[in-house]
C-alpha cells in the first residue's frame, strides 16, 4: 500500500512539473488562413503561426475534415508554392507536410522568398491525394532592418537560399539557432543542401561588437544547420554566415538580419 502511495505521488509529481514545462514555452496558437472544399468534399483549411505569411521560413499547417466533421488523417499531401510575376514564374524552397497527432495538422513549411505585391502574387497548391487545391496567399514582407532568408550566388555558380528557422523569438543570452540551406536547381526545384561547413559570426552593426560563446551551425538533418548563438544585448544583430564545402570558401557572407 505504501509502495503504491509512493508511486501516486511520485507520479503526480513528474506530471506536475512535465505541465509546467509546457507552461513555461507555450505552444502558440495556430491561426486559420484560409478554408476551400475539394471537389470530394473534404474540408481543407491552411494554418500558420501567425497572422500573415512573410519573406521567411514559414510553418504552413492543413487540416484535413470530412463533410461530417471526422478528421483524415492518412490523406498523402504535397505543397507546391509558385510566384506568378510579370515575365515569370517561380517557387521556393519547401518542405513536405506530414501529419502530426498531437495537432491534428499535417505541418510542412515553405520558405517564401519575396513579399506578394507590384511584382506579382503567389500561390500555394496542396496536392490532396493528387487532386489539387490551389490557394491565393498573401506574403507580407518583414519590418525593415530585418531580413530572414536571402539567396546568394556562390563561388560554384549555384544560388543558395539560406532561411533563419530559429530563433523565432530571440532573446538576450544563448539561443539555439537553425539555418535551412537550399540550393536552386532550376525555378522549381530547390533542395536542401546538406554539404556545406558554416561559420558563424554575429554583429551588432549599430554598435560595432560581435558576441563570444557561440556555436557554428552544424548539419542535422534535411538542410538544417544547428547551432547557437549568443545575443548579448537587444537591438539590432547581423547573423554573417560564412558557407564552405571543404576548404573552398562558396558563400563568403550570406547574412540575415534579425532585430528585437
Ligand atoms: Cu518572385
Known sequence: MKKILLLIISATILLGSCKKDHKAEPEPVKIKIAEKTTS?????ALWADKSEFTVAYNKVYVSLAKPDGSEVNDASLTYHPLMNMISMQHSSPVEQPVYISTEHLYGGAVVFSMPSGEMGSWQL?????????VFDVAVAPLPSGTKYTGTFV?????????????????????????????????????????????????????MGHGSPNNVNPAHKSNGH??????FTMTGDWRLHLKLKKGETVVVEDAALDLFF
Do not use: C, H, Q
Not at 497548391?125 to 487545391?133: D, L, R, W
Not at 544547420?225 to 549568443?230: A, Q
Open 40 to 44: 470530394g468534399g473534404l474540408r481543407i
Open 125 to 133: 497548391t496542396v496536392n490532396v491525394n493528387n487532386e489539387p487545391v
Open 154 to 206: 556562390g563561388t560554384d555558380g549555384n544560388s543558395y537560399t539560406v532561411s533563419l528557422v530559429e530563433p523565432v523569438l530571440p532573446k538576450i543570452g544563448i539561443n539555439d539557432i537553425d539555418v535551412l540551406v537550399n540550393r536552386r536547381a532550376d525555378m522549381m526545384n530547390f533542395p536542401a543542401d546538406e554539404g556545406f561547413i558554416i561559420e558563424l559570426n554575429p554583429e551588432m552593426p549599430s
Open 225 to 230: 544547420y544547428k547551432g547557437k548563438v549568443n
